[in-house]
């Protein structure tokens, strides 16, 4: 049982847009910033999002992300047949011995 | 640009050792945390630990403390994860990641991959 709460699995058309909802608590999201990642099976993971909506160079802003109180939001528009992944959101944890980095139990996402 | 390659994955049986290694190029290792993931077949992502530049901070999950140990050797650019006393549930593949240095802790760079496989 992830400390972050994501859906298993979203889906939309080509060229829609989709919502990756991140629930965590006040020791996690609601304190810290969350990032976000994209996992192709059998490639290295790729950073989305750092900083709650910060994007790093190269990453298309198709890709936007958002935080408010103890949830993070992904979202993804435009949607492309190439943007299906698993999506997981992560961020430090104040609550556990020394403190841990967290991450949610990941997004399937299906381009339908 | 970065690159991060790891090696030293394989088969172990339970209760044996494995060492991991990160070889890194592309920016000055010894300027930024450091940590491993790893994911299990079939399942998500799972944070392992994390060591600081200079290597005097270390945060470990509470999974694998006592039995996985995160080094680095910054005079070869060189990130080591030690692994004993593994177990079957250790079973994943092995990922290096390298901390962004932003506002907030994240991974902004990964390697592919080392898939260590614990069984007999």
């Known amino acids: 049982q992830s400390v972050l709460t994501q859906p298993p699995s979203v889906s939309a058309a080509p060229g829609q847009k989709v919502s990756i909802s991140c629930s965590g608590s006040a020791s996690n999201v609601g304190t810290h910033f969350v990032s976000w990642y994209q996992v192709v099976p059998g490639t290295a993971p790729k950073l989305l999002v750092y900083d709650n909506f910060k994007r790093p160079s190269g990453i298309p802003d198709r890709f936007s992300g958002s935080k408010s109180g103890t949830s993070a939001t992904l979202v993804i528009s435009g949607l492309q047949t190439g943007d299906e992944a698993d999506y997981y959101c992560g961020t430090w944890d104040n609550s556990l011995s020394g403190g841990n980095w967290v991450f949610g139990g990941g997004t399937k996402l299906t381009v339908l | 640009d970065v690159q991060l390659v790891e090696s030293g994955g394989g088969l172990v049986q339970p209760g044996g050792s494995l060492r991991l290694s990160c070889s890194a190029s592309g920016f000055t290792f010894s300027r930024f945390a450091m940590a491993w993931v790893r994911q299990a077949p079939g399942k998500g992502l799972e944070w392992v630990s994390t060591l600081s530049g200079g290597g005097e901070t270390t945060y470990v999950a509470d999974s694998v403390r006592g039995r996985l140990t995160i080094s680095r050797d910054n005079s070869r650019d060189i990130l080591f994860l030690a692994m004993r006393s593994l177990r079957p549930d250790d079973t994943a593949v092995y990922f290096c990641?390298?901390?962004?240095?932003?506002?907030?802790?994240?991974?902004?760079?990964w390697g592919r991959g080392t898939l260590v496989t614990v069984s007999s």
């Open positions: 990641a390298k901390d962004g240095q932003h506002s907030g802790w994240d991974f902004d760079s």
